[in-house]
């Protein structure tokens, strides 16, 4: 089946600092997305982004389909962003296939 | 209510017990999903509703057993559970129709613990 790696697994910022998100992933697929775990579990909406480059606020993310990954941007990062990020793809009927995840810890 | 609601938030039982969990969503979508999130495991696709039918069921044990009554509502019946089940069960839901943008919406979750 189709594998989703995200990088790096675990990252720790100083508030204020921009950071990178990567999600590789192995097949041709149909749509993606980027969640912004909370600590109390919620899973919250970034980005629905099967091509091409979208910006919201402080975040922004760019996939290159036709190269199999995807990018999360956090500008001046906010303790507030502390969790985990996952991408997510979808292949077939309506099925996502989770990455594997990237921990956030932003210290003030 | 907006988006999608779980009940309960957090529910502990034993391995003998029946409980149910309940997902509603006020979005308009017409499918439904349950997941499972373990401890350092990355999230599963349990089952999947689309028009109140099932359209995938990812090899889960019987002890699960789902329920879609219509298009707003989906429960998750569980029956003689094992320790290792315990983990976050998460809901979502999602438009289904051609031209529709399949973005999928999640609810809080229900942490369950069995004991």
């Known amino acids: 089946g189709i594998q989703v790696e995200q990088s790096p697994p675990d990252l720790i910022l100083q508030e204020g600092a921009n950071s990178t998100l990567r999600c590789n992933f192995s097949d041709s697929v149909n749509n993606l997305q980027w969640f912004h775990q909370n600590p109390w579990g919620q899973l919250i909406n970034l980005f629905y982004?099967?091509?091409g480059t979208k910006q919201n606020g402080r975040l922004s993310a760019t996939t290159v389909a036709t190269e199999r990954y995807s990018l999360l941007y956090i500008s001046s990062s906010q303790t507030t962003d502390s969790g985990v990020y996952f991408c997510?793809?979808?292949?077939?009927?309506?099925?996502?296939?989770f990455g594997t995840g990237t921990r956030l810890l932003v210290s003030p | 209510e907006t988006g999608v609601t779980q009940t309960p938030r957090h529910l502990v039982m034993g391995m003998t017990n029946k409980k149910s969990l309940k997902c509603e969503q006020h979005?308009?979508?017409?499918?439904m999903y349950w997941y499972k999130q373990s401890a350092k495991k990355p999230l599963e696709l349990m089952f999947v509703?689309?028009?109140?039918?099932?359209?995938e069921n990812n090899s889960v044990p019987s002890r699960f057993s789902p329920e879609c009554p219509n298009s707003s509502h989906l429960f998750l019946h569980l029956h003689t559970l094992q320790p290792e089940d315990s983990a976050l069960y998460l809901c979502?839901?999602?438009?289904?129709?051609?031209?529709?943008?399949?973005?999928?919406?999640f609810g809080p979750g229900t942490r369950l613990t069995v004991t």
């Open positions: 509703y689309s028009l109140e039918e099932r359209v």
């Open positions: 979502a839901s999602s438009p289904d129709a051609p031209g529709q943008v399949y973005e999928q919406y």
């Open positions: 982004i099967p091509s």
């Open positions: 997510a793809v979808r292949i077939g009927f309506q099925k996502l296939v």
């Open positions: 979005l308009g979508h017409n499918a």
